[in-house]
Structures are given as C-alpha cells and as structure tokens.
C-alpha cells in the first residue's frame, strides 16, 4: 500500500496546490469542486485498494502536513466529503450548480438532514434564492419547508398573466410557521398581528425574499368610509403590493370576497402604471380546501389562501438554559469559513 499510496498523494498534493492558485478569485467555487475531486478519489482508491477508514486518517495527516494554513482536512470532514460525493454522484457526474453555489457548512448541513437528491436540490436554490443563513436553511429543512412551497391554494393563473402567474404562485407557501412568536394557539386576531409587526424580519424570512413591509392596519380612505388593512407589503420581483389578511380561525367564503374589494381600492390609489395587478393572501388557522375552491373561482383579483401554524410559549424554566440574542450574535461565526 506504501508505494501505491504514495504516488497517489503526491497527485492529490499538486491538486491541492492547484486548487490554491486558483481559489483567490473564486474561493467557494473552487473549494467545492476540490472537495469533489477528492470525494471522488476517496472513492475510487478505497474501491480499488480496499483501504479503509484509518486511510483517511492518513490522508488527513498527511494533507494538514503539507497544507497547514488550509483547514478542511480532518478526517471528519474527509469523510463528510467522500459522504457527499457519493450522495449526490448518484445522479451527477458533478456537483449540481445550485449545490456548488453554497458554502460548505451550508452543505454539510443538507447532506446531515435531507436524504433525497431532489428534495436537496430545492433547499439549494431556495437558499441560494432566498440568501437563507445556515439556521434559517436548518429551520426550513425542519418544517419541511419542500412540501409547503407553492402549496397554497390560489387563482393566480385564471387571474395572472404569464410569468407572474408561475412566481406569484412560487412566491407563497402553506402552512406557515409562526413559531418564533411564541403564542398559545388560542392567540387572537390582533395579537398576532401585533406580534408579526414586532417581530417583522422573522415575519419577512417566513414570507421569502422580496416583501418589503408598507404598513399594518393600512388606512383607506372609501367613499367617506375608512378601511384598513390588516398587513400592507410591497413585493419587489412581483412588482406589486401584497395585501394581507389575518384570520385566527378557519376560513370563510365571505374573507374572500372582502379581500377582493380591498384589492380594488389598493389598485385604485396606491398602484402605479408601472406596477402589476395587487395581490392578497388571506392566512387563516384552518380552511377547507373545496371552500376556498369555490369562494375564488369567480373572483377577478388574484387571491391566495394558506394556513398558518403557532407554537407552545417555551416553559420558564428552559428559557433560562437558552442563550440571549447578545449571547448569539457574540458567538456566531463567518458562515463562508470551511469548517473542520
């Protein structure tokens, strides 16, 4: 094995040394495509030489003495890497783009939860789309976030033109999680609304990238008569405003039609003749998927209905055992760093 080996690793090492020069300009593209070849060779020399796992204790020896300014060579992260390459060369001959797109803690995160090539590649773009942290990626993977995409039930396409249609569609998922505002489920209409505002960036990153807040309780003014509305936003790749309505319980035919009328008047005064048709989604805790059917299906305003998910407030007693925002924000580290 000594000899075999030690050819071997002598190409690894001008790779390595390779990818160096190369990574100045474009360090995370060539750190994954590093990362691939390795996997890659982990692979083969282990099938070919049936080398097992103290090789890789080895070659992490020998990689941190030869690259003692790179981290990334541990054996852990040795074998996280063989792990991802053999993950995902079971449909590719390389590294999908949204996939190399995303810094290698972000992947390691993925790889650890999601088991499917697929469903992977959506977290990928999603967070590539969305500029997703690492948590925010781990909460999303956790609240099955691929299943909920697109989800709501809708007319953008009998009542939105082609793109807008299909982004407006990508653009709201159901259920919601509303869990990081920490109420009961018995929690009310207006207290929710006021705890969304509270907590607006948390609110922002559930709805997706490209809201932009306006206003809550949004004063319009009707033929003498004053209506607000619940949550006011302005979508910037839609290009419209967003009307949004809170319900605590379950739907009813009639949020639809009232929802409808709002979208007019916000249509009417505050639209520009460079902006798109206004939009509403009506968040509800329950609904009925044949009611919400039937309350759209002849209305002429794009409307969209999903639910919406709270949870338990968190006991006292472990609120204690948390760490404080100020406590987090001193620990967190450069997301971009390769992690051993």
């Known amino acids: 094995m000594d000899k075999v080996y030690k050819e071997w690793f002598s190409r690894i090492k001008y790779k390595v040394q390779q990818a160096q020069l190369r990574a100045v300009s474009n360090f995370n593209t060539i750190l994954i495509e590093l990362y691939w070849d390795l996997g890659r060779e982990i692979v083969a020399r282990q099938a070919e030489f049936k080398w097992g796992d103290n090789f890789l204790q080895q070659l992490s020896t020998d990689l941190k003495a030869s690259f003692p300014q790179i981290n990334g060579f541990s054996r852990r992260n040795l074998y996280t890497i063989r792990q991802w390459y053999l993950f995902f060369s079971q449909q590719f001959e390389f590294v999908p783009q949204p996939v190399a797109q995303l810094p290698w803690s972000y992947q390691r995160t993925a790889i650890s939860k999601v088991k499917d090539i697929d469903i992977a590649i959506v977290y990928a773009n999603a967070t590539h789309k969305n500029s997703w942290s690492r948590d925010t990626l781990e909460a999303n993977i956790k609240n099955s976030y691929h299943l909920r995409f697109g989800k709501a039930d809708h007319n953008f396409k009998t009542t939105l033109p082609k793109p807008q249609s299909d982004l407006a569609v990508e653009s ?97 005064q505050l639209r520009h003749s460079t902006d798109n048709a206004s939009i509403g989604i009506i968040l509800c805790r329950m609904k009925d998927k044949i009611e919400v059917e039937y309350s759209l299906r002849d209305m002429n305003k794009p409307i969209g209905v999903s639910a919406f998910e709270l949870s338990e407030i968190i006991p006292e007693d472990l609120k204690t055992q948390l760490p404080t925002i100020e406590e987090m924000e001193r620990g967190l580290i450069d997301e971009h760093q390769v992690v051993d």
């Open 172 to 268: 709201i998922k159901d259920p919601y999680h509303f869990d990081f505002l920490g109420l009961e489920d018995d929690a009310q209409e207006r207290e929710i609304e006021q705890a969304l505002t509270r907590r607006i960036m948390d609110f922002m990153l559930e709805l997706g990238k490209g809201f932009a807040f306006v206003g809550r309780q949004y004063k319009l003014e009707i033929n003498e008569s004053d209506y607000f509305l619940d949550l006011l936003f302005y979508h910037l790749h839609l290009r419209c405003y967003v009307v949004i309505e809170l319900k605590a319980g379950k739907f009813k035919p009639e949020y639809a039609g009232k929802l409808n009328f709002y979208l007019s008047a916000v249509d009417s």
